[in-house]
Antibody
Framework: QLQLQESGPGLVKPSETLSLTCSVSGGSVRSSDYYWGWIRQPPGKGLEWIGNIYYSGSTYYNPSLNSRVTISVDTSKNQFSLKLNSVTAADTAVYSC??????????????WGQGTQVIVSS | DIQMTQSPSTLSASVGDRVTVTCRASQSISSWLAWYQQKPGKAPKLLIYKASSLEGGVPSRFSGSGSGTEFTLTISSLQPDDFASYYCQHYSTYSVTFGGGTKVEIK
């Protein structure tokens, strides 16, 4: 049974870097059959895609966040990570990691972590 | 960038009602559309992929249709467990875009 678990600081100061990790159990981040993504949801608002990373190492980011985002994979720990720099209060949200499949073409996220709340405040 | 517009943003309905949610894409996305259900404090749950394919384990009262730029999610007979928010999502190798969401409330 695949499980995804987000972890990281719940409070980040403005202008600093938000760093989160998604630990994967019951599956491997090395598999070429899947891709991994980050999504966030500000309080009371809808879902916003942050970016995806593929087995090949290719990354694709939301253009509105592209200049501030980095997603990477640590195969030795079976984890993938999100870094978002120069944060402001607008980056306050629940951050979730998710997995999608690559079956010829990509399929949508079918497994999600429970999400972790991040507040940006001094 | 492709924009996804959902309507309505809120929908009030009763148990047993037929409910329809609409999602429009700013340009043709073929059938690369998914629908998710989200309950408060919970992760989204995939309901429909490729516009009309039902995810395993999802009740058959949920159905999706459409292609190109216009899509619909239909719940044939609303059940108490269905009161939640629903999101459409365009997905591709290069990008993902969510609609703004539709909250289905008890009338």
């Amino acid at each position: 049974q695949l499980q995804l678990q987000e972890s990281g600081p719940g409070l980040v100061k403005p202008s600093e870097t938000l760093s989160l990790t998604c630990s994967v159990s019951g599956g491997s981040v090395r598999s070429s059959d899947y891709y991994w993504g980050w999504i966030r949801q500000p309080p009371g608002k809808g879902l916003e895609w942050i970016g995806n990373i593929y087995y090949s190492g290719s990354t694709y980011y939301n253009p509105s966040l592209n200049s501030r985002v980095t997603i990477s994979v640590d195969t030795s720990k079976n984890q993938f990570s999100l870094k978002l720099n120069s944060v402001t209060a607008a980056d306050t949200a629940v951050y979730s990691c998710a997995r999608g499949a690559v079956i010829g073409r990509v399929t949508p996220y079918d497994h999600w972590g429970q999400g972790t709340q991040v507040i940006v405040s001094s | 960038d492709i924009q996804m517009t959902q309507s309505p943003s809120t929908l009030s309905a009763s148990v047993g009602d037929r409910v329809t949610v609409t999602c429009r894409a700013s340009q043709s996305i073929s059938s690369w559309l998914a629908w998710y259900q989200q309950k408060p404090g919970k992760a989204p749950k995939l309901l429909i992929y490729k516009a009309s394919s039902l995810e395993g384990g999802v009740p058959s009262r949920f159905s999706g249709s459409g292609s190109g730029t216009e899509f619909t999610l239909t719940i044939s007979s609303l059940q108490p467990d269905d009161f939640a928010s629903y999101y459409c999502q365009h997905y591709s190798t290069y990008s993902v875009t969510f609609g703004g969401g539709t909250k289905v409330e008890i009338k």
